[in-house]
């Protein structure tokens, strides 16, 4: 039932939100991934890179939406992993691979051209998507992100699990340790 609840909430907000929302050349779309961390394979759509701090079966979803005044909303929900634990978590520009690496960097509004970005005037969640989590005594979290901005043509393509809470000081702005798990998102 909750499967059909998403499919039929996502058909509903298509319908009603996104019309007109951005360019004509490539509209804003809404984005939906629901999977089970795995290891790599080409078919995963979500994988772990640290079996320790992201089990394999553990859970994730995401949703991200375009709204009619020009904004983007991303929701992510996480169901097991270690608990009372904080995740830092990014939009990335490209899709999960074989290497935690291979997601590239956090997707940007407006592109740092020093990368990778630690200038806070580029890293920081106005430019960027940050849903950092802090897990419960089960494992679980959920967080949202709104920025003031959609995607267009230049798409992010993941969501990446980092192993802290992600910084904002000078030098530093982003960055959120290793990269524990990926999950692949049409944004």
Same mark, same amino acid.
């Given at each position: ?12 907000? @298509? ?9 004509? $050349?490539?509209?804003?779309?809404? #984005? ?9 394979? #080409? *078919?995963? %759509? !979500? ?7 992201? *089990? ?15 904004? @983007? ?20 520009? %490209? ?7 291979? $997601? ?30 802090? @897990? ?6 959920? &967080? &949202? !992100? ?19 809470? &992600? ?7 982003? &960055? $959120? ?11």
């Amino acid at each position: 039932m909750k499967t059909f609840s998403a499919a039929a909430a996502a058909a509903l907000l @298509t319908a009603v939100l996104l019309p007109g929302t951005a360019s004509a $050349a490539e509209p804003a779309h809404l #984005a939906y991934t629901s999977a089970k961390f795995e290891k790599y394979s #080409a *078919k995963a %759509k !979500a994988v772990t890179y640290n079996a320790e701090l992201v *089990k394999a079966g553990a859970h994730v979803t995401v949703l991200s939406i375009p709204t009619i005044d020009g904004k @983007t909303t991303v929701g992510i929900r996480v169901k097991g992993l270690v608990a009372n634990r904080v995740y830092g978590t990014h939009v990335h520009v %490209k899709k999960c691979g074989a290497l935690p690496a291979d $997601a590239g960097p956090h997707y940007q509004n407006v592109a740092d051209p020093v990368q990778p970005s630690v200038d806070p005037k580029y890293a920081n969640p106005q430019n960027e998507i940050w849903l950092d989590l802090t @897990t419960d005594e089960r494992g679980n979290a959920y &967080t &949202t !992100a709104t920025v003031a901005w959609q995607f267009t043509e230049r798409h992010a393509q993941s969501v990446v699990l980092h192993a802290e809470k &992600t910084s904002s000081h000078e030098g530093h702005a982003g &960055t $959120a340790g290793a990269r524990l798990a990926c999950a692949n998102v049409d944004f």
